[in-house]
């Protein structure tokens, strides 16, 4: 009786070894996923500036492209203007001239303040994606040890079930 009670006593231990053992893994691979989300969170940041680039060098080329046609227009409109005979079409088309010069000028304006921001994301982008590496660089090591101390309780699980099969034998 008492040979069977120290293997059901061993049993026992070997449970609670098992046990512990799997509760300490738990949070190894919480703490990677911890770690993929929050790079996941800087490759996500970096995305969104990178669409605003996007949108924002879209949205300067097509200004500059307007720029460019009312360039042409006006440039035709000048040329036109020598043509003229009457003083009323002379004060017309000046008056179509200044006010398109006038609107190229905001819209050059616009242009150089969306080059700002596009330096400005650009900035932010370089600054983010830095940032990411050197997160993950630092989670690297942390990430080789959490997945060795993830191996290193897997193989003791397998030791210590092979123990508990030959006590379970012997209860």
């Known amino acids: 009786l008492d040979e069977r009670l120290m293997h059901l006593l061993a049993l026992q231990e070997i449970d609670t070894q098992i046990h512990k053992l799997t509760e300490a893994a738990k949070a190894y691979p919480v703490r990677l996923k911890e770690i993929e989300v ?19 060098e879209l949205e ?27 003083p009323r079409e002379y004060a017309a088309l000046s008056r179509e001239i200044d006010i398109a ?12 303040n969306l080059l700002e921001q596009a330096e400005a994301l650009k900035n932010e982008i370089e600054t983010i994606e830095r ?6 660089q630092g989670y690297e090591g942390e990430r080789d040890e959490l997945n060795g101390k993830v191996n290193s309780v897997e193989s003791e ?14 209860v």
Request: glycine residues 4%; proline residues 0%; contains cysteine.
């Open 38 to 56: 929050e790079l996941a969170a800087y490759q996500a940041e970096s995305d969104a500036k990178q669409e605003a680039l996007d949108k924002t």
């Open 101 to 112: 010069r006038k609107g190229m000028r905001n819209q050059e304006e616009e242009v150089l």
């Open 131 to 136: 940032e990411s590496l050197q997160k993950e």
């Open 60 to 86: 300067r080329k097509n200004l500059e492209a307007q720029i460019q046609l009312q360039k042409d227009q006006v440039k035709k409109w000048e040329g036109r203007l020598s043509e003229i005979r009457t």
């Open 157 to 170: 699980q397998a030791k210590l079930q092979i123990g508990r099969a030959s006590c379970r034998e012997r």
